[in-house]
């Protein structure tokens, strides 16, 4: 069931809110818990302060909800990052809205495909979903990701 919600989606450039820091680490301490640490792909808060990356954040009020990314590999092909969604809300169509979002941003810099790397474990079932649902298919890695039994590749053109 989709709740009613007034989400709103900023674009974040310096990422020096401490509530971002903290979803953030939160995102990373799950990765860390479900993935070993040669899987664990997360980018931290430096990672998206990078040339190349552009960063989101969900607020419902001021409370931040989601996040998503999108980092540059080359000028026809871009990876989704940071793709989270907190807890208490998964399965409220936020986590759709946020990568509808990124979609088109990625759209807007030209990109031509839009890949990601998420886990095999079932823990990011949900996601794997939400991601064939709105376009992808699993693919080969990509980039400079190798195999790895506990990533699960997927990409789609744009």
């Given at each position: 069931?989709?709740?009613?919600?007034?989400?709103?989606?900023?674009?974040?450039?310096?990422?020096?809110?401490?509530?971002?820091?903290?979803?953030?680490?939160?995102?990373?301490?799950?990765?860390?818990?479900?993935?070993?640490?040669?899987?664990?792909?997360?980018?931290?808060?430096?990672?998206?302060?990078?040339?190349?990356?552009?960063?989101?954040?969900?607020?419902?009020?001021?409370?931040?909800?989601?996040?998503?990314?999108?980092?540059?590999?080359?000028?026809?092909?871009?990876?989704?990052?940071?793709?989270?969604?907190?807890?208490?809300?998964?399965?409220?169509?936020?986590?759709?809205?946020?990568?509808?979002?990124?979609?088109?941003?990625?759209?807007?810099?030209?990109?031509?495909?839009?890949?990601?790397?998420t886990g095999s474990q079932p823990f990011f079932a949900p996601a794997r979903a939400l991601y064939a649902k709105h376009g992808f298919e699993d693919c080969d890695p990509f980039?400079?990701?190798?195999?790895?039994?506990?990533?699960?590749?997927?990409?789609?053109?744009?």
């Open positions: 069931m989709t709740m009613a919600y007034d989400l709103r989606i900023l674009r974040d450039e310096e990422l020096l809110d401490p509530r971002i820091a903290a979803f953030l680490e939160e995102h990373l301490a799950d990765m860390r818990r479900i993935s070993p640490p040669e899987s664990v792909h997360a980018l931290d808060l430096d990672a998206l302060r990078q040339p190349g990356v552009r960063f989101w954040t969900g607020w419902l009020g001021d409370t931040l909800v989601a996040s998503a990314a999108i980092k540059r590999l080359d000028d026809e092909h871009a990876e989704l990052k940071s793709m989270r969604t907190t807890a208490a809300l998964r399965g409220q169509g936020i986590a759709a809205r946020m990568l509808a979002h990124a979609v088109a941003e990625a759209r807007t810099q030209s990109h031509i495909r839009l890949s990601l790397e980039g400079s990701y190798g195999p790895d039994p506990n990533s699960h590749f997927m990409t789609r053109l744009l």
